[in-house]
């Protein structure tokens, strides 16, 4: 067994790459780090490690390999290069995997081949992720890389929760079927309430809510996804901070041929225009918070939109599940904002779910329980770890046989 310890996740979006150097003895960050405005004039690269001070460069970052090649100095200076030997793989985030990938891949020229071919599904991210393999491979041409899909988890949705209802022949024409996204938080959520509860998670049926600035909510039955909110795009679903989520078809024909929109623009309406800042001119939800508190009925109406949205899916969820034994709240909103989640539970006694105040206005950067003790349905606040999962998933098949 070779004792290479350490997986270097990267998560590389259109003008930034996200990275972090995990040892997975212990879980410890040996460095985080941040490239970002690659293309532009300056970029900039934001590094720390582990247990030291912030580093901040900024230079020209021309592309994506001018990245990568910046985070390799840096580790290097803190005498954890990429030359390392103790590095054992490098784990990328890739957020289209299509129907085909349900699991954590390593990657071949057949399996870039595969994600290249579901660029027109993911025309934002997906290209951005190649890159970064690509990038990584010719850095360290011996190291696995392994694929982790955010899509993955939700290969199990089954095939009726899947498909949209329409034509079958022209949604396979164009692969047009409910993918999921986030699938890399929920799946580690669901699993670390498991644990929290001190639960099998195969015995567990759970209604995750991931609340960032993309929100989405998953059923978790026995450790299996069997529904999700997010569809073909990650534009489905829950009100978000910028993302529509959920509307009528019929609002984009109208938007069109009525209003004079052209299809980007309507796109650009959808995702970057709607959401809380399109209902209140704000996506940040502490500051809808903030000027709910001060009577602001724009901010009061986002914040209305948003939980009741929230509640129609918890509600949708509990019938799917049949039987609910927790629901988790994480990411930025889901981790922070104690008001939506006391909104999102309220009034739902006879459902068995009910949530502390005490125990949900507490601080706090670990699992918590916000449940009373006599709630059927544990509430808890579970924080994610995409980075750490996406590192436990590339050690564990590169040190399978
Ligand atoms: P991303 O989807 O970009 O990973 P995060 O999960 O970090 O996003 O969530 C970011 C969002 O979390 C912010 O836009 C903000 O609305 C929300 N958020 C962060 N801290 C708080 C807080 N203390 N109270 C309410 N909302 C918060």
Request: proline letters at 5%; hydrophobic letters at 40%.
């Amino acid at each position: 067994m070779s004792e290479a310890t350490r997986i270097l996740v990267l998560n590389a979006g259109s003008s930034s790459v996200k990275y972090q150097l995990i040892d997975m003895v212990d879980g410890a960050r040996l460095a985080v780090g941040l490239v970002e405005r690659i293309g532009e004039r300056t970029g900039r690269l934001a590094h720390t490690p582990h247990g030291g001070e912030r580093r901040e460069r900024t230079e020209p970052v021309p592309d994506h390999a001018a990245a990568l090649r910046a985070m390799a100095e840096e580790l290097a200076a803190d005498g954890i290069g990429l030359d390392s030997p103790e590095l054992a793989a490098i784990g990328h985030r890739v957020v289209h995997g299509g129907k085909r990938f349900t699991a954590p891949t390593v990657v071949t020229d057949e399996v870039l081949t595969e994600i290249r071919r579901l660029v027109p599904v993911a025309p934002l991210h997906n290209p951005a992720n190649i890159t970064g393999i690509e990038v990584a491979r010719a850095l360290r041409p011996d190291l696995p890389q392994v694929a982790v899909f955010d899509t993955a988890f939700h290969t199990t949705v089954p095939e009726y929760a899947a498909r949209y209802a329409i034509d079958t022949a022209v949604a396979d024409e164009h692969r047009v079927r409910r993918y999921g996204f986030h699938g890399t938080s929920h799946q580690y959520v669901s699993r670390a309430t498991a644990r929290l509860l001190g639960r099998d998670p195969a015995e567990l049926n759970v209604i995750v809510l991931h609340l960032g600035n993309g929100a989405s909510a998953s059923a978790v039955a026995g450790g299996v996804c069997v529904e999700t909110s997010m569809g073909l795009t990650p534009l489905e679903g829950l009100v978000m901070g910028t993302r529509s989520g959920d509307l009528d078809p019929g609002v984009v024909f109208h938007l069109h041929r009525v209003g004079g929109l052209s299809i980007d623009e309507i796109d650009d309406l959808l995702n970057r225009r709607s959401g809380l800042l399109g209902l209140c001119g704000e996506n940040d939800m502490r500051e809808v918070l903030r000027r709910t508190e001060e009577g602001d009925p724009a901010a009061r109406l986002a914040f209305d939109a948003y939980v009741h949205r929230l509640r129609k899916y918890v509600g949708g969820y509990y019938a799917v599940l049949g039987r609910v034994d927790a629901i988790a709240f994480t990411a930025g909103v889901g981790e922070n904002a104690a008001p939506v989640r006391a909104a999102a539970c309220a009034g739902l006694a006879e459902l068995g779910i009910a949530v502390d105040p005490e125990l949900n206005s507490i601080r706090s950067g670990e699992p918590r329980v916000i449940s009373p003790e006599y709630s059927r349905v544990t509430v808890a606040v579970v924080p994610t770890d995409e980075e750490l999962e996406i590192a436990q998933q590339a050690y564990a098949l590169v040190h399978q046989g």
